[in-house]
């Protein structure tokens, strides 16, 4: 019998939802333990001592840290249908997109829509360029992989249910239907798919955490766009 | 398709760390490729047509087709050329141990470099907190190879592969930051030693003076004294 899997994770977390997402999508049974990220647990301190952040996957007695590096132990662990496609070229160009998420996308992305005046236009004007690089990747496809989602399109699922949810608790739009129809629609195709619905969070849920945290991530947003 | 030539061709910049994990995972493989040094302060038609969204090096073309960013070359060199003539994988065949491998370079990859930039270009309060994250970083890698003969233990790696380049630039920065890597990691600088007598190291690590002197360029470039 496999030993157990369990999530270390937290409600709001994108990071979080794409290891539960890739869990989901393998038919991998887990426990989640919701973390509270202001007051971090023994747990998660212990299994990840470098970053000391979410998400973590526990299998057994074994730990692994990193959503992107975890998304990869979880199609090579278990089996199940593959999240990565299995020619090693196009392995690299989904292992390009995610890397485009992370470190291109997400900063301007996240920060146009927690920041204000100049600063914001600025992010705004970065993340629309990268934004576009994407409409044309999905043009004619309902998902970045073909039919199905698979990994690219869960590593960018901060622009499928955390998209609208910041829309609304920051009043701010960058992704604007008009200008990028298909990423709008691969957004209402991620949210209504069923094979997530296990580990799809509750909008009302995660609206109602941003709003009560409205402070402290516009904070955290002007800190970041500092560095 | 980017570029026409059958084959591997590597558009890089010599002293690259990042290009340098390409050269050593192609030596690894026995792989026959041709080196393409790249003009950066006048980039070419081929390199900005290989990889318009970065513009930057390495860039390996396969048969003309571009993959990009350094971790992702390996890899795709890795499972592209599996076990060629008897030549061991570059990531191991156990997937938590492939995960360890993969957190490790990842890590290095996002500390590493910038840290140590920070601490060439930077004074005062700024360097020293450089200086404290660099030590920082260092240690933890010291940790982590622990009393391993490598980061994945008996056998040279995709980990290693990841932060040996990065090995030329301990001088540069024991320089600049006023310590000494041996004293504060002898694990990691004794890990180093080992890496070099690997031919596919040596031949492609910048000598660690010729690294000090291209920072001190830079700086004289950018106006640091």
Redesign the interface.
């Known amino acids: 019998m496999s030993p157990p899997v369990k999530v270390i994770g937290a409600l709001g977390s994108t990071f979080s939802h794409r290891v539960e997402a890739a869990l989901c999508l393998k038919g991998v049974p887990y426990e989640l333990i919701q973390e509270d990220l202001n007051n971090k647990s023994e747990l998660l301190l212990t299994h990840n001592p470098?970053k000391k952040k979410v998400p973590v996957l526990l299998?057994g007695d074994?730990a692994?840290?990193?959503s992107?590096?975890?998304i990869?132990?979880v199609d090579?662990?278990f089996e199940g249908p593959p999240l990565l496609p299995i020619d090693?070229?196009d392995?690299?160009v989904a292992?390009?997109w995610a890397?485009?998420m992370d470190n291109?996308l997400l900063k301007p992305f996240w920060l146009a829509h927690w920041t204000e005046g100049e600063v914001q236009k600025g992010f705004a004007k970065e993340a629309m360029e990268n934004l576009a690089?994407l409409e044309v990747q999905l043009r004619g496809k309902r998902f970045f992989g073909g039919d199905t989602v698979g990994y690219i399109d869960i590593v960018f699922c901060c622009l499928a249910p955390w998209l609208s949810v910041i829309e609304e608790v920051t009043g701010m739009t960058v992704v604007d239907e008009s200008e990028y129809p298909a990423l709008r629609q691969w957004e209402k195709e991620y949210n209504s798919y069923e094979a997530l619905k296990p580990c799809l969070p509750g909008r009302d849920q995660l609206v109602a955490y941003f709003t009560e945290n409205k402070e402290k991530y516009k904070m955290y947003a002007n800190a970041w766009a500092q560095q | 398709m980017a570029g026409e030539k059958k084959g591997l061709q590597l558009l890089d910049f010599w002293v690259s760390p990042f290009g340098q994990r390409c050269r050593i995972a192609l030596s690894e493989k026995g792989l026959p490729y041709e080196y393409l040094e790249q003009d950066l302060g006048n980039k070419s038609e081929l390199l900005l047509r290989s990889n318009p969204v970065h513009k930057k090096i390495p860039v390996l073309l396969h048969d003309g087709r571009p993959v990009c960013e350094s971790l992702i070359i390996v890899q795709y060199i890795d499972e592209a050329f599996p076990g060629k003539d008897g030549k061991p994988a570059l990531l191991p065949a156990d997937p938590y141990a492939r995960a360890q491998a993969r957190f490790w370079a990842d890590y290095v990859d996002k500390k590493l470099y910038d840290c140590g930039t920070r601490l060439w270009k930077l004074k005062g309060e700024a360097q020293q907190q450089a200086r404290k994250e660099m030590l920082e970083i260092l240690r933890t890698l010291d940790g982590a190879l622990g009393d391993g003969k490598f980061f994945g233990g008996e056998a040279f790696g995709f980990a290693d592969v990841a932060i040996a380049p990065f090995t030329a630039w301990f001088l540069t920065y024991e320089r600049h930051g006023e310590f000494s890597v041996e004293e504060e990691c002898p694990r990691l600088v004794a890990w180093a030693k080992r890496c070099g007598e690997r031919e596919s190291v040596a031949k492609n690590l910048t000598p660690p003076e010729k690294v000090y002197e291209f920072i001190c360029g830079m700086k004289k470039r950018f106006g640091i004294e």
């Open positions: 470098v299998h074994q692994i840290c990193e992107l590096v975890i990869e132990y090579e662990a090693p070229y392995r690299a292992r390009f890397d485009f291109k690089l």
